[in-house]
């Protein structure tokens, strides 16, 4: 399975998170790809995607999403997979990780398959809309809150995907 990360970063903490997903994944650092310098098409080199935002002012996705995700929205994802990951701060309860939620939301009409849906038990906030049915729709990160807990997310999230990953790969050999 090819995998490629995307990510959108500002102050270059959602591009840690990239790299680190990367190394933690054995993925060479040429499947990683900076949103701002990156063409949608460019997803379609890919089985799974893994697409990463921070988020900013009221929710808001990074600024380089919004043409890229306007550009990928708009493919037929179906033979794909998405696992989503973001970076956010608790402190702004009621939007806490928002970005994740909107990559979530503008992605389903292009029928890729969703996976890395993360227990939202070990977070602190009001709202977000990463949070579907109770649970988080990937992985969210909280480096200027609680930088203490993020390699345990990130090694346990990597499990995760594995563990998925292994399963339906099974389920397409039956």
């Known amino acids: 399975m090819k995998i490629g990360i995307f990510y959108g970063s500002t102050t270059g903490i959602t591009e840690s998170v990239a790299y680190r997903l990367a190394d933690l994944m054995h ?8 949103v701002a310098r990156s063409e949608p098409s460019e997803v379609g080199d890919y089985d799974l995607l893994l697409l990463g935002s921070s988020t900013w002012g009221n929710g808001d996705l990074q600024d380089d999403w919004y043409d890229f995700l306007t550009g990928i929205e708009v493919l037929d994802l179906h033979d794909k997979r998405i696992a989503l990951f973001g970076c956010g701060d608790q402190s702004m309860c ?8 909107t990559l979530y939301r503008r ?3 292009t029928g890729a398959r969703f996976c890395g849906a993360f227990e939202a038990g070990d977070y602190t906030f009001e709202h977000s809309t990463a949070r579907v049915d ?3 729709v990937g992985l969210l990160i909280d480096e200027v809150n ?5 390699e345990h997310r990130l090694n346990y999230w990597v499990k995760l995907l ?13």
């Open 107 to 109: 992605l389903q009409k």
């Open 94 to 101: 009621d939007t806490f990780c928002n970005a994740v939620g």
């Open 134 to 136: 109770g649970h988080l």
């Open 162 to 174: 594995q563990k998925e990953l292994k399963g339906a790969r099974a389920e397409a050999t039956l």
């Open 146 to 150: 609680e930088p203490e807990k993020t």
């Open 27 to 34: 993925i060479d650092h040429k499947h990683l790809h900076d």
